[in-house]
């Protein structure tokens, strides 16, 4: 238990606090023993309520718990999101599934181009990775998502414009996460896909 973090450590220390302890069977003296108890490696320790068919955080009590489960929350406590952005002209013609890989194509690129981010790293962090958000928006065709990705780049929004290759077709555009503050305003003109 010494190499985990010291915030998982405080997060485990009270998720084991909320079960009562059962005597150690031997009368000699021993630690105290918890019984059915089952902690997966992979979920965040606190004591966050956990919805068993979304996995999407809860509220909480714990004060260590809101301050790491706070669902992807920038600094200011403005959410963190990111924006995928799909040709309309592409959903029509091509197989859905194809047109969503694109879209999973161009999220995950601009992810791990920007894994060191700060923002990136918060969104993906244990805490957050089962409460993202992403905004799932639609242009007309390749036009429209060009001057998009100009003036993403002209506002110093960091973005990955999907090209397609061997065909060499930009697909489709993600930026990399932000505070919805600071980049919703470059969307406000672009319908939801649906």
């Not at 805490?127 to 993202?132: L, R, T, V």
């Not at 999907?162 to 996460?177: F, G, S, Y």
Request: glycine share 4%; hydrophobic share 35%.
């Amino acid at each position: 238990m010494a190499a985990l973090p010291s915030l998982c450590l405080r997060g485990f220390t009270t998720f084991l606090r909320s079960f009562r302890p059962s005597p150690s069977p031997s009368p000699s003296p021993s630690p105290t023993t918890f019984t059915n108890i089952r902690v997966h490696p992979s979920l965040p320790l606190s004591t966050t309520t956990r919805n068993p068919f979304t996995l999407m955080s809860l509220a909480s009590s714990d004060p260590v718990a809101a301050k790491t489960d706070t669902p992807t929350a920038g600094s200011n406590g403005d959410v963190l999101v990111q924006y995928v952005v799909l040709r309309r002209d592409l959903i029509d013609t091509w197989p859905l599934g194809s047109v969503v890989t694109q879209g999973c194509h161009a999220s995950v690129s601009a992810i791990w181009s920007h894994k060191d981010d700060p923002h990136t790293l918060q969104y993906c962090s244990p805490q957050n990775i089962d409460s993202m958000h992403k905004v799932t928006l639609e242009v007309k065709g390749e036009t429209q998502i060009l001057n998009l990705a100009e003036k993403l780049s002209a506002g110093g929004i960091d973005h990955k414009l999907w090209i397609e290759q061997p065909e060499n077709i930009p697909t489709c555009l993600a930026t990399k996460p932000y505070p919805k503050s600071v980049v919703s305003s470059f969307f406000k003109k672009l319908k939801l896909c649906k």
